[in-house]
């Protein structure tokens, strides 16, 4: 540790937040002469003081201790984030895509006995239409449901120009699609294409 470069680290940090060594001083419950024997490399602060020093400096420990910005770790920090906000994304998505699936197949599977019972059974005709139309309803309404989930779920990547984007719901629904392509026109470069279904916008 070297006490005259954090001195003069804390002294910048402290004009670049507009304080003076008063208000400082004030912040940390100390005196002023305390804070300006520090900035002159007289002293460094006691352990207790660190963490309330860091946090109205907006420095880390490591940078107070350094003496310096560590532009290394606050990249690895933003880093980290950025890495977890993907993975966050990505886990979204994906219970989105196995809900959707599991909304349509439920739709079908709750629609399917009521269509067998009217075919099946002896009725009235309006009864048979009946429960032929409510089966019907309950797939379109799964089918809708589906399709709002997965087409929210993450996003699709044009194969031309790698573009990543969330298609309209009616270009969505019109689409020819494979399980894991749908065509669509790329925003981008308005290519018309099988679309690959990403995770991450
Ligand atoms: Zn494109």
Not at 52 to 61: H, K
Not at 132 to 155: K, P, T
């Amino acid at each position: 540790m070297d006490q005259n470069k954090t001195g003069k680290f804390i002294a910048g940090e402290r004009k670049r937040k507009a304080l003076t060594q008063k208000q400082l001083a004030e912040m940390l419950g100390i005196s002023d002469k305390t804070v300006s024997k520090w900035e002159r490399g007289g002293g460094f602060p006691e352990v207790s003081l660190l963490l309330p020093l860091c946090r109205e400096l907006d420095i880390t420990v490591n940078e107070l201790l350094a003496g310096e910005r560590v532009a290394e770790e606050d990249y690895k920090k933003k880093a980290e984030e950025n890495m977890m906000n993907l993975v966050k994304e990505a886990q979204e998505s994906r219970k989105k895509i196995i809900l959707s699936a599991l909304v349509a197949a439920l739709a079908i599977l709750a629609a399917l006995p009521l269509v067998i019972v009217a075919g099946a059974l002896e009725m009235e005709t309006w009864l048979r239409c009946l429960l032929i139309g409510i089966g019907l309803v309950v797939v379109v309404l799964g089918i809708i449901i589906a399709c709002v989930l997965d087409r929210d779920a993450g996003a699709f990547e044009c194969p031309e120009c790698h573009e990543r984007f969330v298609p309209e719901m009616g270009a969505y629904i019109m689409g020819p699609h494979t399980i894991t392509k749908r065509k669509l026109r790329c925003p981008k470069c308005g290519a018309v294409k099988y679309c690959r279904h990403v995770l991450t916008k």
